[in-house]
């Protein structure tokens, strides 16, 4: 039986375009200020410290734990780094909270970071390989294909995405620490802004951030003296399949309904919709929403849209998805799969502010990453499991 | 590019890539008072001047900002003779990497020695910066150290 662990503390950062005004350290001692500050710890209080980020070449800072660790008071304290690409703030919170529950740590700081201004990720996605024919420019090449698949498959209708932008894109501006607010949002705005790749248009998709997120994991001793009510991890699963192989489903992936299932069984799930009060997930173009919904389980295959269009996803609808406006209104990408597992911590903890879901119990956070081949899920409860 | 082998495609493939750097406030402070051919460094906790700044006291965490102006002397404290310089090495002749102890400062800082020959260098010598005629806020500011 594995001791149990909880959130004590989250933080996060103003997420930006450009935070010129810090650091690399500087960004992620924000978070991490912010993260003791909730939590009512110190430095002294941290047993070890698990950090994660995108590839290094995203920034051109190479292991860049090791220059960060001064910054992160890891100075003779185990330091663990996380590669896990998109999904890697979700598994990194994950290695950190299975050092709890293993027993090991009584708290562990959890870090995410990246600080796209330093570096170009959409062209660094984008190689041109000579005698191959280039067909990416950046994720969103990559993705729109898959998007136009499920579109087939599922016949819905054309302005799903459109839905799920001016959703997300209300719910941001709820959200003190979104990168990109358009106050006046409308279904018009969306629908007339610049086709990127079809059918993804400019306001259908994530912007490039600046940005950290940090967790205090606490054993049940250590949650028992923190300062506000903690977020008890119910369960937690990750899984991985390879960019290619002969039948994969890239819509649908494997991999993502295998994760998902493991942690339903883990957390005592058993109808998604019903048992979860909402969730984040990693939607970084607006299709997957709907892609998500169905892979997770929320909804039968070739159903997820209808979630989209009946309003069940918004903050009033039965089941809310991305309350904080999601990784559509801010991407460090690093950090993206933490703040959704952050998010999930402060709607159950009752510490949502604005975009607080009444009476949360149990919330998922979801993250993604590679060519929608690494899945990290968790699930947070207010009541103790 | 490789040369063409007899009925193989070859093209070059270069992969380019910028990078930028926001160095914050007090990184900046040092590569300011460079432009201005002063060195300066951060008073830790315990009291230690330490050279380049850091930005949080590598043993509490601890955010630290007050700026202390060092050197322009120091010491060598230890050193390693380069006789046959690369290209991209920053003096075209034969040099030391040594660790200086700015006067003032509790750390030592990587740079350069031009001292003309091995048997010149010692541990423990006396050092001084030559500095660039027009500073522009970056280490090489200092070309390098020089016996005093």
Known sequence: MAERCAVIGVGQTK??????????????????????????????????VVIGKAPDMFEGTMMPELYLADALGAAGKPMLRVHTAGSV??????????????????????????KQSEGNA????????PFQQAIVA????????????????????EDTGIRVALKDRQNAAKNPYSHLVFPDVSYEMIAGSPMLWDPIRYMETCPSSDGACAMVLAS??????????PAWVHGTAMRSEPTMFAGRD???????????????????ITDPRRDLDCAEIYVPFSWFEPMWMENLGFAPEGEGWKMTQEGATALDGDMPINPSGGVLSSNPIGASGMIRFAEAALQVRGLAGEHQVPGAER??????????????????????? | MAAAIAGRLTAAHVLEYPYRRSVGPVLGAFFTGLTERRVTGVKARDGRILVPPVEYDPDTGEAISEMVEVGPGGVVTTWAWVEKPRRKHPLDRPFAWALIRLDGAGSAMLHVVDAGSAAAMETGMRVRPRWKDEPEGNIRDIVCFEPE
Request: hydrophobic share 45%.
């Open chain 1, 15 to 48: 997420h930006d375009v450009k935070r010129t005004d810090v650091s690399l350290p500087g960004l992620l001692r924000e978070a991490v200020d912010r993260a003791f500050a909730d939590a009512g710890v110190g430095w002294r209080d941290i047993d070890a």
């Open chain 1, 89 to 114: 703030g979700g598994s990194t919170a994950i290695v950190a909270a299975q050092l709890v529950h293993a027993g090991i740590h009584e708290r562990v700081l959890t870090v995410a970071y990246e």
């Open chain 1, 122 to 129: 959409m062209w660094a996605l984008t190689v041109r390989i």
């Open chain 1, 138 to 157: 950046g994720a969103g090449g990559y993705f729109a294909p898959l998007i136009r698949a499920y579109m087939r498959r599922s016949g819905a209708p």
């Open chain 1, 220 to 229: 049940e001793a250590a949650a028992k003296r923190a300062r506000q009510a």
């Open chain 1, 250 to 268: 890239q819509v649908n992936p494997r991999a993502g309904r295998d994760c998902a299932a493991e942690l339903y069984r883990k957390a005592g």
């Open chain 1, 363 to 385: 919330a998922l956070g979801h993250a993604y990453g590679g060519g929608s081949q690494f899945f990290a899920m968790w699930i947070v409860g207010r009541a103790r499991p």
